[in-house]
């Protein structure tokens, strides 16, 4: 699953979200376009992944994988993820190329209840 924004006709910001497994799915990527970040996008991107996972009551998962080119830090990214109702926890990834493997990572359960 991706979600994307789109400013002057271009790709300004995507973020992309792949199946773990037992309702959880992890945001594995997120880029906004350097002309575009401090504006909010990351943030919409998110909003837009967090609407989708209550929707259909799945757990969002995210790991601080900061690369070098001019975007948030581990810290901000996790400070970020915090603020939109994330925590902290132990996750075991199955079924990986690499085998299991258990890493930290930011959860959030869905927020909205099935009737």
């Known amino acids: 699953m991706k979600f994307f924004i789109q400013r002057n006709k271009a790709q300004a910001a995507i973020m992309a979200?792949?199946?773990?497994?037992?309702?959880?799915y992890e945001m594995t990527w997120c880029h906004v376009d350097p002309h575009y970040r401090g504006k909010g996008l990351a943030t919409d991107l998110l909003h837009q992944a967090m609407t989708w996972a209550d929707k259909n009551q799945f757990t969002l998962i995210g790991y601080a994988d900061p690369?070098?080119?001019?975007?948030?830090t581990r810290t901000e990214i996790n400070g970020w993820l915090k603020r939109?109702?994330?925590?902290?926890?132990?996750?075991?990834?199955?079924?990986?190329?690499?085998?299991?493997?258990?890493k930290w990572v930011m959860w959030r359960e869905p927020t909205m209840k099935q009737p």
Not at 17 to 24: D, I, Q, Y
Not at 67 to 72: F, I, P, Q, W
Not at 88 to 101: A, I, K, L, M
């Open 17 to 24: 979200v792949e199946h773990r497994g037992a309702g959880v």
């Open 67 to 72: 690369k070098a080119d001019g975007g948030m």
């Open 84 to 102: 939109h109702g994330f925590t902290s926890v132990r996750y075991t990834f199955t079924h990986d190329c690499r085998g299991d493997f258990t």
